[in-house]
C-alpha cells in the first residue's frame, strides 16, 4: 500500500507513527529516531542579527533536532528544524561559470593528445572516452571525459546510460588484464567543491582485489544480515521512504531521498537484483535534474555494484545501488565536512521532504 505523505522532517516520529502497519514494522527494523529540544537564551544585542538570519528570536530560543540512525547500515544524520526551514542560496553560481568557461582548452578537451590511455587502450563511447588516471586510487583507475566540457550542462538518460556502459567495458578490459581485480566502482566528483581536480566535466572509475571497498562491503554484510528477518533490507528501505512520500519509482529503478543522508541531498537510486547499473540511468538524470532545479552546483555521485565475476560471497540479492549528494556552494569557503561527519554522524540543513517535492517535479 503506497500512501503519498507529505510532511517535514521535523515530524518524522509522528509521520512513522502513522504508516499502515507493514510499513511501520519496516522502519522500526532499520531506523531509530529520536527528538530532542535545544535550547538557549540570547543576549538582546543579538537580536538584530539574529531576525536577519532566522526570522525571530523565539525561533532560535528552542530548536527542535531529529535522530535518525539507520541500524543495519550504522549510518546516522541529525537535523535541526531552524537550519532545514532556512533557503538554500548559492552565491557562487556566476563566478563558477566563469570559471568552467576560463578552463576550456584544458588536456580533457584534447583527451588523445592531453590525457594517458591505460595499458589495455581506450575504451569510447558516444558521448565520452576514458583515459588513465596520472594519479590513481588503485591499480587500474581510470576516467571517462565527457565529450560535453561544461559540468553544468543538462545531462540526459541516452548520455547517463552511454556513460555507465563506457565504464563498465572499462572494467571488464581491466579484468582481462588483472582477472583479480574483480570489483568495479564507478564515481563522480562534479566540480572542486566534491573533489573533482579537474573542471571539465568527467566521471572516474576503478577496480580493485581481494573485496570490495569496504563501504560497499558493509552495505552488503548489513543487507545479508538483514536477511535473518525474513525481509529484503532494499526492499523495505524502499518501502519505507515510499510511504512517507520520500520515493518516485522511475522505470524499473526506486529513487528517493535518504533519510539517512550521508550530507545534504543525498538521494538513493536502487534497482532490481540481477538487473545491470544502466537500469538506473533514467533515474540518475532525474536527479541531477532535480539539483539544478534546486540550485545544485557540486555534487557527488556512487554507484555499489556486484563484482564483475563471482568472488563466492553472496550477492545474489544486492542490486545496483547510486547514492548521490549535494555538495554545498562552490563559493563557500567553510567545508561542509567536519569531526561530527568524519568521526560520529551527519548534520544536514536540509530536508528530505523538500528535496523528494524536487525529484517528483
Not at 35 to 55: C, H, N, Q, V, Y
Not at 104 to 113: A, I, L, V
Not at 114 to 137: E, H, L, M, Q, W
Not at 150 to 176: F, G, K, N
Given at each position: ?181 574483480r570489483y568495479w566502482f564507478l564515481m563522480w566528483n562534479c566540480l572542486w567543491r566534491a573533489g573533482g581536480s ?7 572509475m576503478t577496480t580493485t582485489r581481494g573485496m570490495h571497498y569496504p563501504k560497499v562491503e558493509a552495505l552488503r ?141
Amino acid at each position: 500500500m503506497t500512501v503519498a505523505v507529505r510532511g517535514a522532517i521535523a515530524d518524522l516520529e509522528d509521520l512513522i507513527a502513522a504508516l499502515p502497519a507493514e510499513t511501520q514494522a519496516a522502519a522500526r527494523r532499520i531506523l531509530r529516531v529520536s527528538t530532542t529540544i535545544g535550547r538557549l537564551d540570547p543576549p538582546a544585542e543579538m537580536t538584530p542579527w539574529i531576525e536577519k538570519l532566522f526570522g525571530s528570536v523565539a525561533a532560535v530560543r528552542e530548536q527542535r533536532i531529529v535522530r535518525v540512525t539507520d541500524l543495519v547500515r550504522m549510518e546516522g544524520a541529525l537535523f535541526n528544524e531552524l537550519r532545514a526551514r532556512r533557503p538554500m542560496e548559492v552565491k557562487g553560481a556566476d563566478e563558477v561559470a566563469k570559471t568552467i568557461e576560463g578552463a576550456r582548452g584544458d588536456p580533457f578537451d584534447q583527451p588523445g593528445t592531453g590525457t594517458p590511455a591505460d595499458t589495455f587502450g581506450r575504451v569510447r563511447g558516444r558521448f565520452g572516452t576514458t583515459a588513465s588516471n596520472i594519479a590513481k586510487y588503485d591499480g587500474y583507475h581510470g576516467v571517462i571525459v565527457f565529450d560535453e566540457h561544461d559540468p553544468l550542462a543538462p545531462v540526459s538518460e541516452e548520455q547517463i546510460r552511454d556513460h555507465l556502459a563506457t565504464a563498465r567495458r572499462w572494467a571488464e578490459l581491466a579484468l582481462a588484464a588483472d582477472p583479480g581485480a574483480r570489483y568495479w566502482f564507478l564515481m563522480w566528483n562534479c566540480l572542486w567543491r566534491a573533489g573533482g581536480s579537474v573542471v571539465h566535466a568527467h566521471m572516474q572509475m576503478t577496480t580493485t582485489r581481494g573485496m570490495h571497498y569496504p563501504k560497499v562491503e558493509a552495505l552488503r554484510r548489513g543487507a545479508l544480515a538483514y536477511e535473518q528477518t525474513g525481509r529484503d533490507y532494499f526492499d523495505d528501505l524502499w518501502a519505507v521512504h515510499r510511504d512517507l512520500g520520500l520515493g518516485v519509482e522511475i522505470g524499473s529503478a526506486r529513487a528517493f531521498a535518504s533519510l539517512v543522508p550521508v550530507k545534504e541531498r543525498e538521494v538513493w537510486v536502487v534497482g532490481r537484483p540481477g538487473e545491470d547499473e544502466g537500469a538506473l540511468a533514467a533515474a540518475i538524470a532525474r536527479v541531477v535534474s532535480a539539483y539544478r532545479s534546486m540550485g545544485v552546483l557540486a555534487f557527488n555521485m556512487a554507484l555499489y555494484v556486484p563484482p564483475l565475476v563471482p568472488d563466492g560471497e553472496e550477492w545474489r540479492r544486492f542490486p545496483p545501488v547510486a547514492r548521490l549528494v549535494d555538495r554545498g556552494d562552490p563559493a563557500n569557503r567553510t567545508s561542509d565536512i567536519g569531526a561530527m561527519e568524519l568521526y560520529a554522524a551527519s548534520v544536514i540543513a536540509s530536508d528530505p521532504f523538500a528535496v523528494a517535492d524536487a525529484l517528483r517535479r
